[in-house]
């Protein structure tokens, strides 16, 4: 069946339907129209309507989530028409945003920020123009076409998705052959970081992945910093893996194969393809610890040193 229309609802746009549309135009390349659907379009499958007509029936491309009961699965039109294209358990897995999406449109701001443990207000003060200025442009519209410079936006928006979920598999099975985990020894607990060999395989963009795949691993408390190809010239990306404070590049700015360390320490760039330097640069930046002398791991951070004067006998 070749889809020949996208209705969605008319009025103010939201990040849910706006996403879903996005989706579908990048797959079918066909108009989107913004008004309430007819019977005749929820029970034609060549049309696909999106968070609206209160039906929810993948085999005629019908994909709204109103209707379904107070206690359902937080699953919004988004969900469903990722659901509908075998993506939504890889977007689930690798997409941080979608959850806080669903949240958002299923259960409203304040039960959304209480699960993403936030203050209400943190929405507010996250919510992009980027995304103010595009779902007012699409709101003012009663119909799209390739012609719109939104539509194409759209279609980007999707494509960069869909091009994200279905290579990222491919990308995870590079990784798991390719990549190496390094131990860097330290005074303390030793620093590990995952390194990734410059390859022509995965030249236009070296990085990505690499935090998916760390997380596929379930080594997110094990690793403290990656080591990558830089991609905009010779030598390798020096960054903390998530943040972690036992590094701090800014402490090699001065070397002489270190063409750029953020002052803030949390990544540099140098020369080297060297692995043995790249492990020496590795070390010098290891954060020393004064007067810790009690070294633990803690789940969500990793391995750390503590003063015993402040550690709380059990």
């Given amino acids: 069946m070749t889809i020949q229309l996208i209705v969605t609802h008319a009025g103010g746009a939201h990040k849910d339907e706006f996403l879903a549309c996005s989706l579908l135009a990048h797959l079918h390349g066909v108009p989107i129209q913004r008004r309430d659907p007819t019977d005749d379009d929820l029970a034609d499958p060549s049309i696909c309507v999106v968070d609206v007509g209160g039906v929810h029936d993948p085999s005629l491309n019908n994909f709204d989530h109103h209707q379904f009961p107070r206690d359902a699965p937080p699953l919004c039109a988004l969900s469903l028409v990722l659901q509908s294209i075998s993506l939504y358990e890889d977007a689930l897995s690798f997409c941080a945003w979608l959850r806080p999406a669903e949240w958002l ?20 003060a996250l919510n992009s123009p980027l995304d103010i200025t595009l779902l007012n442009r699409f709101a003012k519209y009663t119909e799209l076409d390739s012609e719109s410079l939104i539509y194409q936006v759209m279609c980007l928006v999707g494509e960069d998705i869909v091009d994200y979920l279905r290579t990222l598999r491919k990308r995870l099975d590079y990784l798991k052959e390719h990549s190496q985990y390094w131990t860097i020894e330290t005074d303390g607990e030793p620093i590990v970081a995952l390194f990734l060999e410059d390859s022509d395989t995965i030249s236009d963009d070296p990085s990505f992945g690499i935090y998916a795949f760390i997380e596929s691993e379930g080594k997110e408390d ?93």
Avoid: W
């Fill in 105 to 124: 449109d299923t259960l409203g701001p304040n039960e959304a920020a209480k699960l993403m443990g936030i203050p209400r207000t943190a929405l507010a």
């Fill in 222 to 314: 094990e690793i403290h910093a990656t080591v990558y190809p830089d991609r905009r010239g010779e030598g390798y990306g020096l960054a903390r893996y998530n943040d972690s404070q036992r590094l701090d590049f800014s402490q090699i700015e001065s070397h002489e194969d270190v063409r750029f360390a953020h002052k803030r320490g949390f990544v540099a760039k140098v020369n080297t393809t060297d692995p043995t330097r790249l492990k020496e640069l590795l070390q010098l930046a290891v954060v020393t610890v004064v007067d810790h002398d009690i070294d633990c791991k803690i789940d969500g951070i990793g391995a750390m040193s503590l003063k015993s004067e402040f550690v709380k006998k059990a």
